[in-house]
């Protein structure tokens, strides 16, 4: 069974510009969601998916941040447009009827 | 806001030598979950405890939940140069997101 797969593995952007991330869940996996950790900090919730549905969005820092699930089955997270602060690791995981989240393996996002 | 406090933060020893990973809240979780990262990597999960006062086992590493559900901790027993790692507590409840802790980096060395 693959896993939860995420592209890309890095991305290196100037202030300004756009950037969409892509996170694969494993398959059959109605949950999906996405973190992010900032250098220092801890890895923090940004939102949460069932299916194409946003269960939960809380943790999304601001209206520069724009996260789909078309269809249930993956999802991307768009920065528009990208700040300083918005480097870090984006990780997302899913989860399918149990309590486990898996993650997948985070996509490095470095604004300049 | 639930916080968990992981501590300790950095953690650098011998091979053969013990350590205690803690994980506490103010919070009440209704599960506590334990995860290992490498670099480059996504967190991969270790174990899911979730019964107050659960002991679980896995070969030299032993995690607790507190009785109360409000705090965790990993035991490693004689540790050795492959445990290194980043560990991370994370509590949640059930569906939610999880709340991690700022993660113990271990470092073992021969």
């Known amino acids: 069974e693959a896993g939860v797969t995420q592209f890309p593995s890095h991305s290196v952007i100037e202030k300004g510009q756009t950037v969409t991330l892509r996170c694969d869940p494993i398959?059959?996996?109605?949950?999906l969601y996405w973190y992010r950790r900032v250098m220092g900090k801890e890895i923090k919730f940004l939102l949460h998916?069932?299916?194409?549905?946003?269960?939960?969005e809380s943790g999304m820092p601001n209206n520069r941040f724009l996260a789909e699930r078309t269809g249930g089955t993956y999802s991307t997270l768009k920065v528009q447009p990208a700040e300083l602060e918005d480097s870090g690791v984006y990780f997302c995981?899913?989860?399918?009827?149990?309590?486990?989240?898996?993650f997948g393996p985070g996509t490095r996002l470095t604004v300049l | 806001t639930q916080l968990l406090e992981q501590s300790p933060q950095f953690l650098s020893i011998q091979e053969g030598e013990n350590l205690t990973v803690y994980c506490n809240s103010s919070?009440?979780?209704?599960?506590l979950q334990w995860y290992r990262q490498e670099p480059g990597e996504g967190p991969v999960l270790l174990v899911t405890?979730?019964?107050?006062?659960e002991v679980k086992k896995l070969k030299r590493l032993t995690f607790q939940f507190g009785d109360a559900r409000k705090d965790s901790s990993l035991h490693i027993t004689a540790a050795q140069p492959g445990d290194t790692g980043l560990y991370l507590c994370?509590?949640?409840?059930?569906?939610?997101?999880?709340?991690f802790g700022k993660g113990t980096t271990l470092s073992v060395s021969s």
């Open positions: 998916f069932v299916k194409e549905s946003k269960q939960d």
């Open positions: 995981a899913s989860r399918g009827q149990g309590r486990e989240q898996f």
């Open positions: 398959s059959g996996h109605d949950n």
């Open positions: 994370a509590g949640g409840q059930a569906g939610t997101a999880l709340i």
């Open positions: 405890v979730v019964t107050g006062g």
């Open positions: 919070s009440v979780f209704s599960s």
